[in-house]
T-cell receptor, first 114, second 113 residues
């Protein structure tokens, strides 16, 4: 079935470590997004990409990096510069044109610091 | 994009209609109202959207007031699986504007047996 796959479901990071969250979609969507969700707060946009090899910072990009080498994949790296990485991370995508207003989300990755 | 105001929580009896309100008094003429829901520890799921006319699909109905300053999402026969956080969002109808969405805290709907 078509959809967005995020892995792993749970991830633990040690101090000073970089970790990468995977996001893969087989929906043939052009645009992809990374959000962070903290308890008691709404979703906040980290990075987004409208097409392959292009991405833009969202509202809270500091301490994160992304790549978009393939249409299907948009991995997020949480670097050691992100001092408060514990959160629920959500990947999303949207189709082009009409329908682009609907976000399709993955099931999320819960990142915790050891 | 305009901001929205929703009650933090609501309860509903199973089998009854759940009516979730949303205020968006600063909505502009080209902004649509979107509803998503998020079941615990999962990603949000699109439900429905509308501009000014009432809309219905297999999941829910959306009632938008004539002045468009508020709307109500209706789940006609709530089930336990409808227990989730429901988000009301307004946005410009343009594929490039998802980056401008403002996600609030939504309404936590509890469906009771």
């Amino acid at each position: 079935d078509g959809g967005i796959t995020q892995s792993p479901k749970y991830l633990f990071r040690k101090e000073g470590q970089n970790v990468t969250l995977s996001c893969e979609q087989n929906l043939n969507h052009d645009a992809m997004y990374w959000y962070r969700q903290d308890p008691g707060q709404g979703l906040r946009l980290i990075y987004y990409s409208q097409i392959v090899n292009d991405f833009q910072k969202g509202d809270i990009a500091e301490g994160y990096s992304v790549s978009r080498e393939k249409k299907e994949s948009f991995p997020l790296t949480v670097t050691s510069a992100q001092k408060n990485p514990t959160a629920f991370y959500l990947c999303a995508s949207t189709p082009p044109g009409v329908g682009g207003e609907k976000l399709f989300f993955g099931s999320g990755t819960q990142l915790s610091v050891l | 994009d305009a901001k929205t105001t929703q009650p933090p929580s609501m309860d509903c009896a199973e089998g009854r209609a759940a009516n979730l309100p949303c205020n968006h008094s600063t909505i502009s003429g080209n902004e649509y109202v979107y509803w998503y829901r998020q079941i615990h520890s999962q990603g949000p799921q699109y439900i429905i959207h509308g501009l000014k006319n009432n809309e219905t699909n297999e999941m829910a109905s959306l009632i938008i007031t004539e002045d468009r300053k508020s709307s109500t999402l209706i789940l006609p026969h709530a089930t336990l699986r409808d227990t989730a956080v429901y988000y009301c969002i307004v946005r410009d109808y343009n594929a490039g504007n998802n980056r401008k969405l403002i996600w609030g805290l939504g309404t936590s709907l509890g469906v009771n047996p």
